[in-house]
């Protein structure tokens, strides 16, 4: 299980624009692949001027699939579908399809360099529009039980605009051999429609 806590950390407002769900949930079923399910929450956040928003992530039920794993390597690929939150929501007519692929290759000891990218569909036409997303990322050991990381990326959160930036860094430190906690920074670089996002997260892993 997989769980993060976002609070907006801008100054003067705006939205902070969640890179994942606030619960995952995953569970092995086969070698090589495992179910997930991202759980239904909403947040309260700044909004411009002071403004509070209400965001809500909402229920998704996927696959992921290890394509490729060794001891220097990996590539995983995934499929989700996230039901609209309501019949009546005008602005979600069809439901949000997403692909992923992930991939990781260990440079030496202590570091890693790893990519993602990630495409979703539009809740309106649905497949006619396909919102992209990639990021790079790089992690670095201290020891067994530390792991700090940095990723920074670009993605399409509208149609018609041009492609915001984003970037965070993150300290995960291991409590047990079965769970962990994060915390991290992260902001938009270039906002879509003056929506500066800086955001602090805090997160746990916990691995029954």
Same mark, same amino acid.
């Given at each position: 299980?997989?769980?993060?806590?976002? /609070? !907006?950390?801008?100054?003067? =407002?705006? *939205?902070?624009?969640?890179?994942?769900?606030?619960?995952?949930?995953?569970?092995?079923?086969?070698? @090589?692949?495992?179910?997930?399910?991202?759980?239904?929450?909403?947040?309260?956040?700044? =909004?411009?001027?002071?403004?509070?928003?209400?965001?809500?992530?909402?229920?998704?039920?996927?696959? !992921?699939?290890?394509?490729?794993?060794?001891? #220097?390597?990996?590539?995983?690929?995934?499929?989700?579908?996230?039901?609209?939150?309501?019949?009546?929501?005008?602005?979600? *007519?069809?439901?949000?399809?997403?692909?992923?692929?992930?991939?990781?290759? #260990?440079?030496?000891?202590?570091?890693?360099?790893?990519?993602?990218?990630? =495409?979703?569909?539009? #809740? *309106?036409?649905?497949? /006619?529009?396909?919102?992209?997303?990639?990021?790079?990322?790089?992690?670095?050991?201290?020891?067994?039980?530390?792991?700090?990381?940095?990723?920074? =990326? @670009?993605?399409?959160?509208?149609?018609?605009?041009?492609?915001?930036?984003?970037?965070?860094? @993150?300290?995960?430190?291991?409590?047990?051999?079965?769970?962990?906690?994060?915390?991290?920074?992260?902001?938009?670089? !270039?906002?879509?429609? !003056?929506?500066?996002?800086?955001?602090?997260?805090?997160?746990?892993?916990?691995?029954?």
């Amino acid at each position: 299980m997989e769980g993060l806590y976002y /609070q !907006n950390a801008s100054k003067v =407002g705006g *939205t902070a624009l969640a890179a994942y769900p606030m619960v995952r949930l995953r569970a092995g079923l086969v070698r @090589s692949l495992e179910f997930v399910a991202d759980t239904p929450s909403q947040v309260a956040e700044s =909004g411009l001027n002071g403004r509070g928003v209400y965001p809500s992530s909402q229920l998704g039920l996927g696959l !992921n699939y290890a394509l490729a794993a060794s001891g #220097r390597y990996a590539l995983a690929l995934g499929a989700e579908a996230r039901p609209p939150a309501s019949r009546f929501a005008s602005s979600e *007519t069809q439901p949000e399809y997403t692909l992923d692929a992930v991939s990781e290759y #260990r440079l030496a000891k202590s570091f890693t360099l790893s990519g993602f990218l990630d =495409g979703s569909t539009s #809740r *309106t036409v649905g497949l /006619q529009h396909v919102f992209p997303m990639a990021a790079l990322g790089f992690g670095f050991y201290p020891n067994a039980r530390t792991e700090l990381s940095t990723d920074v =990326g @670009s993605r399409f959160v509208v149609r018609h605009a041009s492609p915001q930036s984003f970037g965070d860094i @993150s300290v995960t430190e291991a409590l047990h051999k079965a769970s962990a906690v994060e915390v991290g920074l992260g902001t938009t670089l !270039n906002p879509v429609s !003056n929506a500066k996002a800086h955001y602090l997260a805090v997160g746990f892993d916990f691995r029954p």
